[in-house]
């Protein structure tokens, strides 16, 4: 099993930014594959980006978010900067050997971390 915890969420101002970590532990070998989810009030969880052998993101953020890891740390981060009010939801962090995988919602997943961003 995996355990994946995320952390670094907030409250901010739009224009500002925020760095998301999420940490892994366990049988970290069987995930390829890791990025970042979110889900905001009343609608459904979207893909925001991930990170395999390239890099991967969502329309809507792509140019003011970075995905990363450190694999020697066990640990992913979402950089995100240009924050705004839209970017408000829940993010989760997940796993899995594949990304095609992980956007099926199979792996391993965090249990989310608030964010929120203020006009």
């Known amino acids: 099993q995996v355990q994946l915890v995320e952390s670094g969420g907030g409250l901010v101002q739009a224009g500002g930014s925020l760095r998301l970590s999420c940490a892994a532990s366990?049988?970290?070998?069987?995930?390829?594959?890791m990025g970042w989810f979110r889900q905001a009030p009343g609608k459904e969880r979207e893909f925001v980006a991930a990170?395999?052998?390239?890099?991967y993101y969502a329309d809507a953020v792509n140019g003011r978010f970075t995905i990363s890891r450190d694999n020697a740390k066990n640990t992913m981060y979402l950089q995100m900067n240009s924050l705004k009010p839209e970017d408000t939801a829940v993010y989760y962090c997940?796993?899995?050997?594949?990304?095609?995988?992980?956007?099926?919602?199979?792996?391993?997943w965090g249990q989310g971390t608030q964010v929120t961003v203020s006009s």
């Open positions: 997940a796993g899995a050997v594949s990304i095609a995988a992980m956007k099926s919602g199979f792996g391993s």
């Open positions: 990170i395999g052998s390239n890099t």
């Open positions: 366990g049988r970290t070998f069987s995930m390829y594959a």
